[in-house]
């Protein structure tokens, strides 16, 4: 079974039981609406050895940083403001003493950065290698909630950054070569919880999530949930410096933020970001009614099926 085919079932599994006010599985986070106009975020993500991180290739304090930065990311991909984590980690014997305190000083300056409580979690020995695991709680006025499902055709598709850097940073790691600028970003993502914030409160935004598969993988995630297809146009793609399209479409681990946006408002929004973060959005595409993800050069859809990573 898949990834994808997996959450399916659990949702099928379980749909039949009370869900206690939450809007459940399929978002970036889960909600759930609080009297007096605000709601609570839920959010978790597994860092396993050997899978999302190699040991040698990483240090400690930045492993620290990256647990809970693509938590924080979920949280602002729905316009969230992330206030806690609870921190569950299973560590071998010779991860427990000086690795363990480098790790939590990385998660210490990341949730210091940020305001964020540890709150809880839980501590034990591995056999194998080193497991983290991270849920994070936001809060959010309820009318500043982003959702997958928002998308409408004739939005315009926008990041909120360039991609394809981490992407490229890990093909890096694997090729030995562990320290270039984009090994690092890959390394220690930067979670876009300001700029996530600022566009929940921003009406001409319908839906919002973050690009951890990448793009070609992410969009589709709009697509289902909005009802919707997408037409990306490959000249606009925001491909960061030095890196090849197709990393910048597909590679996974960017933490941008992906964006719908009203077409009529689009121009004061992205004027308004820039003014406000010294730094574009990029509009990349437009939603379509048509349900099918097309890759448009100048215009015209081109026979390219790219696919996404599949970041587990
Ligand atoms: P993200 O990349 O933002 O973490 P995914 O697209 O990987 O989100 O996950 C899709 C949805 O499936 C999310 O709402 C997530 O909470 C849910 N999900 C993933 N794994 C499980 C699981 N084992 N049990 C319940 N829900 C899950
Ligand atoms: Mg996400």
């Not at 605000?38 to 990483?58: I, K, P, Q, Y």
């Not at 984009?182 to 839906?207: F, K, N, Y």
């Not at 077409?263 to 009614?289: C, K, N, Q």
Request: net charge negative.
């Amino acid at each position: 079974m898949t990834e994808f085919g997996f959450i399916d079932h659990i949702r099928t599994l379980f749909a039949a039981l009370p869900d206690n006010g939450f809007e459940g599985i399929g978002d970036d986070c889960a909600v759930l609406p609080l009297q007096g106009g605000e709601s609570l975020l839920f959010t978790a993500d597994l860092l396993t050895e050997g899978v999302h991180f190699l040991r040698h290739a990483t240090t400690a304090r930045e492993l620290g940083c990256k647990s809970l930065a693509v938590n924080l990311s979920d949280v602002a991909a729905m316009g969230g403001r992330p206030v806690a984590t609870l921190l569950s980690i299973a560590l071998p014997a010779d991860a427990a003493g000086a690795w363990a305190e480098e790790f939590m000083e990385g998660y210490r300056a990341l949730s210091e950065e940020y305001g964020v409580a540890l709150i809880g979690g839980d501590t034990t020995a591995s056999k194998g290698g080193v497991t983290i695991n991270v849920t994070a709680i936001g809060r959010a006025a309820d009318g500043c909630i982003k959702r997958r499902s928002g998308a409408r055709p004739g939005d315009v598709l926008l990041t909120a950054g360039l991609l394809g850097e981490s992407g490229a940073g890990l093909q890096d790691l694997l090729q030995g070569r562990c320290d270039t600028p984009c090994a690092a970003i890959h390394r220690m993502p930067r979670p876009q919880v300001d700029e996530g914030l600022w566009l929940g409160t921003r009406s001409e935004v319908t839906a919002m999530m973050d690009l951890s598969d990448g793009l070609a993988s992410d969009v589709r995630h709009i697509m289902e949930c909005s009802g919707v297809g997408a037409d990306i146009d490959l000249e606009r793609i925001p491909t960061a410096p030095g890196i090849d399209l197709r990393t910048a479409a597909c590679a996974g681990e960017d933490y941008k933020l992906l964006l719908c946006a009203e077409a009529s408002g689009v121009d004061s929004l992205m004027e308004a970001f820039e003014a406000r973060f010294g730094a574009p959005l990029y509009p990349l595409g437009r939603i379509t009614g048509t349900h099918e993800l097309r890759w448009c050069e100048h215009g015209t859809p081109s026979p390219l099926d790219w696919q996404g990573s599949h970041h587990y």
